[in-house]
């Protein structure tokens, strides 16, 4: 038995000696997080804990310092665009609306795909420290999130892989929230494919499957018989890095002219953070000192 974590964390296990990638995680405070932010509605809160798990297995993958990864879901439904950003185990997310309300669906679930859209495009940047970001992106296949993280692997990073994400909310509470992402590396054999499709209906439910037991549990019994070695425990959490001095850097990207025509108005600048709702006040004279440092 894995020593049992409570907490947020993302646990990174191998299967038959590296024949699979196995990311397994619990979210629940990060999507409360999210949702106290924000104030949504319980099909958006489920939207973006959904959007910000798939977001955090990426980040995860990404071990540079400094390196992070976006993830923008277009879907043309009624949240508008909905973004989640990952530094490693940091993650941060917005929608455009996050007060959307729907019926459920027939099932009685949370209609994730109505709100988000079905139709237009998952998109991801990879910041690497280098000159350019790697940037893929393709079409949605559903809008419930997690079957559009699979397709976005399998098509974008040539990557088959099965993905759950799960966000179980009651009211303004997340009871669960998580996910898992199994992914086949070279030299995988047809055996073990074929025991992970078999076993693939076990993780539809994962949030409600991790009401049920801890991840670490999850984990010994879903790949029994698949020699699972755990790697790595990662602490994910929701945490903004908006700050005055990024602002500042904000308002000089601008460029002088348009940094002169708020001076000339004579109000300052307020600049608002989607992710956190913090707000930065600037004084006419602080916009003059920031006009200085501009280049064109």
């Given at each position: 038995?894995y020593e049992?974590?409570?907490?947020?964390?993302?646990?990174?296990?191998?299967?038959?000696?590296?024949q699979?990638?196995?990311l397994?995680?619990?979210?629940?405070?990060?999507?409360?997080?999210c949702?106290d932010?924000?104030?949504?509605?319980?099909?958006?809160?489920?939207?973006?804990?959904r959007?910000?798990?798939?977001?955090?297995?990426?980040?995860?993958?990404?071990?540079?310092?400094?390196?992070?990864?976006?993830?923008?879901?277009?879907?043309?439904?009624?949240?508008?665009?909905?973004?989640?950003?990952?530094?490693?185990?940091?993650?941060?997310?917005?929608?455009d609306?996050?007060?959307?309300?729907?019926?459920?669906?027939a099932?009685?679930?949370?209609?994730?795909?109505?709100a988000?859209?079905?139709?237009?495009?998952?998109?991801?940047?990879?910041?690497?420290?280098?000159?350019?970001?790697y940037i893929g992106?393709?079409?949605?296949?559903?809008g419930?999130?997690?079957?559009?993280?699979a397709?976005?692997?399998?098509?974008?990073?040539?990557?088959?892989?099965l993905?759950?994400?799960?966000?179980?909310?009651?009211?303004?509470t997340?009871?669960?929230?998580?996910?898992?992402?199994?992914?086949?590396?070279p030299?995988?054999?047809?055996?073990?494919?074929?025991?992970?499709?078999?076993?693939?209906?076990?993780?539809?439910?994962?949030?409600?499957?991790?009401?049920?037991?801890?991840?670490?549990?999850?984990?010994?019994?879903?790949?029994?018989?698949?020699?699972?070695?755990?790697?790595?425990?990662?602490?994910?959490?929701?945490?903004?890095?908006?700050?005055?001095?990024?602002?500042?850097?904000?308002?000089?990207?601008?460029?002088?002219?348009?940094?002169?025509?708020?001076?000339?108005?004579d109000?300052?600048?307020?600049?608002?953070?989607?992710?956190?709702?913090?707000?930065?006040?600037?004084?006419?004279?602080?916009?003059?000192?920031?006009?200085?440092?501009?280049?064109?």
């Amino acid at each position: 038995m894995y020593e049992l974590h409570p907490e947020d964390e993302m646990l990174h296990l191998t299967l038959m000696d590296g024949q699979a990638r196995v990311l397994l995680c619990e979210t629940t405070r990060m999507a409360q997080r999210c949702a106290d932010i924000h104030h949504t509605t319980p099909v958006c809160t489920a939207a973006l804990g959904r959007l910000m798990t798939g977001t955090a297995m990426m980040g995860v993958m990404m071990k540079g310092e400094g390196e992070s990864v976006s993830v923008t879901v277009k879907g043309g439904g009624p949240m508008g665009t909905l973004v989640a950003v990952a530094e490693q185990g940091n993650v941060r997310a917005c929608a455009d609306n996050p007060r959307v309300e729907l019926p459920l669906k027939a099932d009685g679930k949370l209609d994730v795909g109505g709100a988000v859209g079905h139709e237009g495009r998952i998109s991801v940047v990879k910041d690497l420290g280098m000159k350019e970001p790697y940037i893929g992106q393709c079409e949605l296949v559903s809008g419930e999130i997690a079957i559009d993280f699979a397709n976005y692997f399998t098509v974008s990073e040539q990557q088959p892989s099965l993905v759950a994400l799960g966000v179980l909310v009651e009211g303004d509470t997340v009871l669960k929230a998580g996910g898992l992402l199994i992914q086949p590396l070279p030299g995988c054999e047809e055996s073990t494919l074929e025991q992970l499709e078999l076993r693939s209906p076990m993780f539809a439910e994962i949030s409600r499957e991790l009401a049920m037991a801890p991840k670490e549990q999850l984990a010994e019994e879903w790949f029994r018989g698949l020699s699972p070695t755990l790697l790595d425990r990662t602490p994910l959490s929701y945490r903004c890095t908006c700050s005055r001095e990024r602002m500042e850097r904000a308002l000089i990207s601008m460029g002088r002219r348009d940094l002169q025509e708020i001076i000339d108005d004579d109000q300052g600048a307020e600049l608002g953070c989607h992710f956190c709702h913090s707000t930065y006040f600037f004084t006419t004279a602080e916009l003059k000192e920031l006009l200085e440092k501009a280049t064109h």
